[in-house]
């Protein structure tokens, strides 16, 4: 049983192109985020949400659109991709809004690895 | 932004050894520490946390230290194994703030 599972796990795309990563988890955890870490292995937070609701948008371009149908979801839309957006992405959840008093401890699905030729 | 130009530490250890990870943050409000492990083709995964008002706290294995005169934490693993080998991160916290932020990364190599 996977708690938190993002899909593709690998996608190899052209630039200009749209793509979408999906993630999903199955802890009963009504926060969610995407991280995205690049090639040297610096982990940056991009967007969460708590019960659909966006908490954080890490001053993230707008190309990137997340979407919450509901709280054990949230997908990631990507419009006219670029190099840079080439990187691993992942998915995380948590009980509660991240940070004391509520938790640290993040849930993080295995990443899939977006490479944009 | 970027980790452009930044360099991953490597910590080369021997089995058996102890290890000890450290970690530097700039910023006054951080009060809440978090250290991360992640393996290879993995996502990371939550090792023990730390609030600002304690200076140690144990877990199997695991300790961690808290400086906030010097703003400095460590992870030490004691009797260090193969399956350490993975790269570990602290991760802090502001009050406040509803976001966990993830510093630049150490890579434990385990010496067999």
Known sequence: ?117 | GESVGLHLPTLSVQEGDNSIINCAYSNSASDYFIWYKQESGKGPQFIIDIRSNMDKRQGQRVTVLLNKTVKHLSLQIAATQPGDSAVYFCAENIRGYQKVTFGIGTKLQVIP
């Open chain 1, 1 to 117: 049983d996977t708690a938190v599972s993002q899909t593709p796990k690998y996608l190899v795309t052209q630039m200009g192109n749209d793509k979408s990563i999906k993630c999903e988890q199955n802890l009963g955890h009504d926060t969610m985020y995407w991280y995205k870490q690049d090639s040297k292995k610096f982990l940056k937070i991009m967007f969460s949400y708590n019960n659909k609701e966006l908490i954080i948008n890490e001053t993230v371009p707008n190309r990137f659109s997340p979407k919450s149908p509901d709280k054990a979801h949230l997908n990631l839309h990507i419009n006219s991709l670029e190099l840079g957006d080439s990187a691993v992405y992942f998915c995380a959840s948590s009980h509660g809004l991240a940070g004391f008093p509520n938790t640290g401890e993040l849930f993080f699905g295995e990443g899939s690895r977006l490479t944009v030729l």
